[in-house]
T-cell receptor
Framework: AQRVTQPEKLLSVFKGAPVELKCNYS??????LFWYVQYSRQRLQLLLR??SRESIKGFTADLNKGETSFHLKKPFAQEEDSAMYYC??????????FGTGTLLAVQP | DTEVTQTPKHLVMGMTNKKSLKCEQH?????MYWYKQKAKKPPELMFV???????INESVPSRFSPECPNSSLLNLHLHALQPEDSALYLC?????????????FGPGTRLTVT
């Protein structure tokens, strides 16, 4: 069965510290993985898509098929990065399966 | 216009009421989606429309009835809902469904069933 796992409900770091939000997936096909972010009182929006290999707002994510992981990383966290982060797997039918989300809190 | 809009923002309805949620996009997208998001939970897919035709129904109860009158509009008709249906209802759109495209989300309608 297809599944996305985000083991941390809450991740609290200090400003300037490195951040890694973990995401593991279970899928027998070729995975299309995304990170979506939801800032306070804002709509859900795309942060990263693995196929584009872009760095957005300093965040990067590498697909590791051997470990079935797609962890989100940023070397130096900023207060404005505080938000809910969802890892998501998109199936060929365009169905998006979301992980349970990780709330990132960046302390000053 | 690169936004998905949803109306109303908030809706309170009784269990015997009939109401509708509306979603609109003018990005030329041909795929539109309804998601349900309970508090502190991730969004869960309800329906997918592709070229104005229903392509996915995730075993949603018939008290939820989607409609896609044209390529820009998506409605969700509600009837005889239960209190456990209270949630944030999100609409999304993407270019189409034949390839993997980014989904653009609306702000949601917060529904309370009393």
């Amino acid at each position: 069965a297809q599944r996305v796992t985000q083991p941390e409900k809450l991740l609290s770091v200090f400003k300037g510290a490195p951040v890694e939000l973990k995401c593991n997936y279970s899928y027998s096909g070729s995975p299309e993985l995304f990170w979506y972010v939801q800032y306070s009182r804002q709509r859900l929006q795309l942060l990263l898509r693995h196929i584009s290999r872009e760095s957005i707002k300093g965040f990067t994510a590498d697909l590791n098929k051997g470990e079935t992981s797609f962890h989100l990383k940023k070397p130096f966290a900023q207060e404005e990065d505080s938000a809910m982060y969802y890892c998501a797997l998109q199936l060929a039918t365009n169905k998006l399966i979301f992980g349970t989300g990780t709330l990132l809190a960046v302390q000053p | 216009d690169t936004e998905v809009t949803q109306t109303p923002k908030h809706l309170v309805m009784g269990m015997t009421n009939k109401k509708s949620l509306k979603c609109e996009q003018h990005m030329g997208h041909r795929a539109m989606y309804w998601y349900k998001q309970k508090a502190k939970k991730p969004p869960e897919l309800m329906f997918v429309y592709s070229y104005e035709k229903l392509s996915i129904n995730e075993s949603v109860p018939s008290r939820f009835s989607p409609e896609c009158p044209n390529s820009s509009l998506l409605n969700l008709h509600l009837h005889a809902l239960q209190p456990e249906d209270s949630a944030l209802y999100l609409c999304a759109s993407s270019q189409e469904t034949r390839q993997i495209y980014e989904q653009y989300f609306g702000p949601g309608t917060r529904l309370t069933v009393t």
